[in-house]
């Protein structure tokens, strides 16, 4: 199986930038697609982005397109999520995930295995 562990959460004001990473052991996170999710207090969580197994395809949420890249390093086991022009609504924690699949696909139920999420925190 695949261990997930996310690092690079913190505190950042309201336009400032923020670089995660989610290391993979266990397996090759080349064998998976890949993707971040989040969750803010009180709300469910939430697609934020997503790489195919290849890398050459991604897919984000409206909600961060234009401010946030997701990105593979397989020769690290490595994935990140560069964050740009945060706002305080990213606020969350973010949990990578790892699918069992090529496409980087949005779904929570299409993913099988989560690291136990870093927090970020964007003040105003």
């Known amino acids: 199986q695949v261990q997930l562990v996310e690092s690079g959460g913190g505190l950042v004001q309201a336009g400032g930038s923020l670089k995660l990473s989610c290391a993979a052991s266990g397996r090759t996170v080349s064998d998976y697609a890949m993707g971040w999710f989040r969750q803010a207090p009180g709300k469910e969580r939430e697609f934020v982005a997503a790489i195919s197994r290849s890398g050459l395809t991604t897919s984000y949420a409206d909600s961060v397109k234009g401010r946030f890249t997701i990105s593979r390093d397989n020769a690290k086991n490595t994935v990140y999520l560069q964050m740009n022009s945060l706002k305080p609504e990213d606020t969350a924690v973010y949990r990578c995930?790892?699918?069992?699949?090529?496409?980087?696909?949005?779904?929570?139920?299409?993913?099988?295995?989560w690291g136990q999420g870093t927090q970020v925190t964007v003040s105003s």
């Open positions: 995930a790892a699918r069992r699949g090529a496409g980087p696909t949005s779904y929570v139920r299409e993913y099988n295995y």
